[in-house]
């Protein structure tokens, strides 16, 4: 099921309609509202659907949104995370889950991947359904589906400097000896590099065992070092996602760039979910950072335990 079509038929929970003291609040979208006690939302919502469409809808969607505490952002990466694996949709179980969350606070996604790839695995018009969304670790922002930026690598670093960079990468993996290469290299986003000594064309299976030849020979770490050593001054960081590739992106350019976004919203009570929150982990600094209270999740199961846990605590502006 899509994103897009569950979303037309979900319940969602209502802990802030409870507090509105609305009973039962249908509106556009396709989505209901019902009474319900307790705040701990599961991953099999009860699904009902509702196809009404009129500006008094509208209305009462917003003031359900506009109920939620403000502050709050529940804040995901997405490869497993909210997906089991890189490049792996989200279930509809997932996206009902995310639904009904959206009724109980601001909910975002953080992820290293393009929009268009973000696209394949959440649904086509997910980026409308959030209240913020970044892609490539935020370079590519939008609020309430708005665009608010685009950052560019290529301005960042010049034509000069990219062209040696490239050049430099496809020699190495040019002389690289794996088991198998296959096709695109490098590439090229909007606000980083996208480097896979395999290729991204490669197939499922190819990817998992390169994801295992890489454990055991360190072909990624082994290029990272290379690179650091030969653009000593360039100001890149390294970063490790997912089984076949690393990014590399302006210095600062991480997934906490997104977090000047909250904090021009006010928004200070950030939970941040993640699996690649170890050291050299493409989530370990927005994990980490002061701001942040950061979750390490070992699965899609896993996050929404962990959302459960903080719900069941109440928001620090209430
Ligand atoms: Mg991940």
Redesign the pocket.
Known sequence: MSLTSNRSSTTLGAAIATGLGVAAVAFAGGWLLRGRKGSKLTSTTTIATTTASSPVSLVERKVVLAARPPKRIFLF?????LTSAARKPTTPEMNAFLDELRSKALVGIVGGSDLVKQKEQLGEHFVSHMDYVFSENGLVAFKNGISLANQSIAAFLGETKLKAFIRFVLHYIADLDIPVKRGTFIEFRAGMLNISPIGRNCSQSERDDFGRYDLEHNIRPTMIEALKRQFPEYGLTYSI?GQISFDVFPNGWDKTYCLQYLAKDDVDEIHFF???TMKGG??YEIFSHASVVGHSVTGPEDTIRQVNEVLAKPPRSS
């Open positions: 990466d997405v490869d497993g995370t996602g993640g699996d690649k493409n989530d």
